[in-house]
């Protein structure tokens, strides 16, 4: 059979002309769907301004399906998954991300740092450190390190707690040593209950590394000191809370008076705990000296000028539990205390928003609700 080259010259222009209108139609809908994706990004962002996260979701999961391929439409909407509590599919959304093989590094290093916070915010917390751990040699491993200190100490898990404050430290996230050394602590208080006394000195003896100036160790070492029966130890111990953390004392000042007693050391106890009363004045202070001062009169004094200077409901406790009777001074000064006390609670609270008022409101003035306070003050309540 003879080939007809005339078929030929005519079937060449033909398919040009097609496969010309073909592109031309791809091309038409490719510039269509750009237009339109843009469209439904820039509505979804209109609806977040307009604090409308549902359509805001809608129109980001139109945008995602008309352009796949665009990794920032993906983060957008999972972040918003994430915030409306929908983990699940935040973490769906996320792993999908890191499975493909076409996304940049950042953009890897990105979701997977989403994923991490995924996993955090729904409560999958082993997840969660398996995710932030990928982070590390990462633009985010600074982040990630200090979710999984957060973490640490959540679970109490105080030894990887202090690896993690560490690093931190070491590649200069900032100092650390006050957190190490209540780390260290906590490992401390540990070991006394599970009576392994050595543990515990050791590791009181890191927190005082960690950080000297800190108060918690001198504090614990003074307790177990004084739990020993060493009662010079102790007193030596919580004396050095003085130079640096005087307002701390207070937390320590009965313990202090019970060992200044048990190791007959009253006078030198009471030359160092009124001086502090007169710079920190505390109930716990006050309460202190009146252990190791017998003078009754001269205490009930210490307490008067105490509710003077503080009216609180305590001092004025503590003035009421006074044995004599009371002089109309002393009654006028615990009047005050209680009126200041009674203050804060005399007032009327939306039950909507929380504002507070000292007169009623039929429309709140935080909210604009209506009806929304109950008739009753605080301190009916």
């Known amino acids: 059979m003879d080939f007809d080259l005339q078929w030929l010259l005519w079937g060449l222009p033909l398919a040009f002309a097609l496969g010309w209108l073909a592109s031309r139609f791809d091309v038409r809908q490719w510039r269509r769907e750009q237009r339109e994706s843009p469209k439904a990004y820039f509505r979804g962002l209109n609806f977040l301004l307009n604090e409308q996260p549902d359509k805001a979701i809608d129109a980001f999961i139109e945008a995602v399906q008309q352009d796949p391929d665009t990794a920032e439409l993906h983060f957008a909407l999972g972040n918003l998954f994430r915030r409306r509590g929908e983990y699940q599919r935040a973490v769906r959304l996320h792993e999908h ?12 290093e990105r979701a997977q740092h989403a994923l991490a916070q995924d996993f955090m915010k729904a409560g999958l917390f082993d997840r969660a450190e398996q995710a932030y751990q990928a982070l590390e040699g990462t633009a985010y491993a600074t982040e990630a390190r200090l979710a999984l200190l957060g973490l640490y100490e959540r679970s109490h898990d105080w030894h990887r707690a202090i690896d993690v404050a560490t690093k931190l430290e070491k590649s200069g996230a900032g100092s650390f040593a006050t957190r190490l050394a209540h780390h ?49 130890q102790a007193l030596a111990h919580w004396s050095l809370l003085l130079p640096v953390h005087a307002g701390v004392f207070g937390l320590v000042a009965n313990d202090y008076a019970h060992s200044a007693k048990a190791c007959d050391r009253q006078a030198h106890a009471l030359a160092l705990l009124r001086p502090l009363l007169a710079q920190h004045p505390s109930p716990d202070l006050l309460e202190a000296i009146g252990r190791l001062d017998a003078d009754a009169s001269v205490q009930r004094q210490r307490i008067t000028e105490m509710v003077r200077q503080q009216p609180s409901l305590s001092n004025a406790l503590a003035l009421l539990d006074r044995p004599a009777p009371l002089s109309p001074a002393e009654i006028e000064l615990i009047r005050r205390a209680v009126a200041v006390a009674a203050k804060p609670l005399q007032r009327y609270r939306c039950a909507a928003c929380g504002f507070e008022a000292q007169q009623y409101f039929w ?9 929304t306070y109950p008739p009753q003050r605080v301190e009916e309540s």
């Open 97 to 108: 991300l890191l499975k493909r093989a076409d996304l940049p590094r950042a953009d890897h």
């Open 363 to 371: 429309q709140c003035p935080g909210c604009l609700g209506w009806d």
């Open 184 to 232: 260290w602590c906590e490992i401390a208080l540990e070991a006394d209950i599970r009576h392994q006394p050595d543990g515990a000195a050791a590791a009181l003896e890191s927190a005082r590394a960690a950080a000297p100036q800190a108060p918690r160790p001198l504090v614990l070492l003074g307790h177990r000191a004084a739990a020993a029966g060493q009662h010079e």
